[in-house]
Antibody, heavy 120, light 105 residues
Framework: EVQLVESGGGLVQPGRSLRLSCRTS????????MSWVRQAPGKGLEWVGF??????????DYAASVKGRYTISRDDSKSIVYLQMNSLKTDDTALYYC???????????WGQGTLVTVSS | EIVMTQSPATLSVSPGERVTLSCRAS??????LAWYQQKLGQAPRLLIY???TRATGIPARFSGSGSGTEFTLTISSLESEDFAVYYC???????FGGGTKVEIK
């Protein structure tokens, strides 16, 4: 069974940093691109960014709203994808989902999300 | 940036009715279009990809059609478990539509 479990969310002050993790199991992690999607309270889905598999260079792409502040990385030996969030703003408050896919492919599996609240 | 526009924003329907949701792209996306269902308090779930292919385990009452800039998700006979928010996504540029909420009439 494919599982994705996010962690690392919490309350953080504006301007500070936070790192989210997504631990996966049940599939060959190294073969897949991985994405992060967020959802502000009461709002729709917003794609945040993704990282390609090593086969496709392990490169990343980000939404304009987070480019330069967020960094996605992966550890294929542990089947984990990370989201490093710097210079956080109140507008970054959201439930952050990890999902499988994203390199010109749909997001076919999702975690349950981890809540990030940016507030002073 | 490709903009995805969904309509209507909210749809009030009764169980058993046929439901049609629309998604429009600001420029052609061929068939690189996915539909997701999100129930209250749950993560999204992939329903349709490639504009018309049902994902694993998705009931046959869900169908997708379209190509280019106009897409449709149809639920042939709405069941109580189908009340949710539905999102389209163009998965090359990865942008989502704003969603359509299907609520009980």
């Amino acid at each position: 069974e494919v599982q994705l479990v996010e962690s690392g969310g919490g309350l953080v002050q504006p301007g500070r940093s936070l790192r989210l993790s997504c631990r996966t199991s049940g599939f060959n992690f190294g073969d897949y691109s991985m994405s992060w999607v967020r959802q502000a309270p009461g709002k729709g889905l917003e794609w945040v960014g993704f990282i390609r598999s090593k086969t496709f260079g392990g490169t990343t792409d980000y939404a304009a709203s987070v480019k330069g502040r967020y960094t996605i990385s992966r550890d294929d030996s542990k089947s984990i994808v990370y989201l490093q969030m710097n210079s956080l703003k109140t507008d970054d408050t959201a439930l952050y989902y990890c999902s499988r896919g994203g390199n010109e492919s749909p997001l076919d599996c999702w975690g349950q999300g981890t809540l990030v609240t940016v507030s002073s | 940036e490709i903009v995805m526009t969904q309509s209507p924003a909210t749809l009030s329907v009764s169980p058993g009715e046929r439901v049609t949701l629309s998604c429009r792209a600001s420029q052609s996306v061929s068939t690189s279009l996915a539909w997701y269902q999100q129930k209250l308090g749950q993560a999204p779930r992939l329903l349709i990809y490639g504009a018309s292919t049902r994902a694993t385990g998705i009931p046959a009452r869900f169908s997708g059609s379209g190509s280019g800039t106009e897409f449709t998700l149809t639920i042939s006979s709405l069941e109580s478990e189908d009340f949710a928010v539905y999102y389209c996504q163009q998965y090359n540029s990865r942008t989502f539509g704003g969603g359509t909420k299907v609520e009980i009439k």
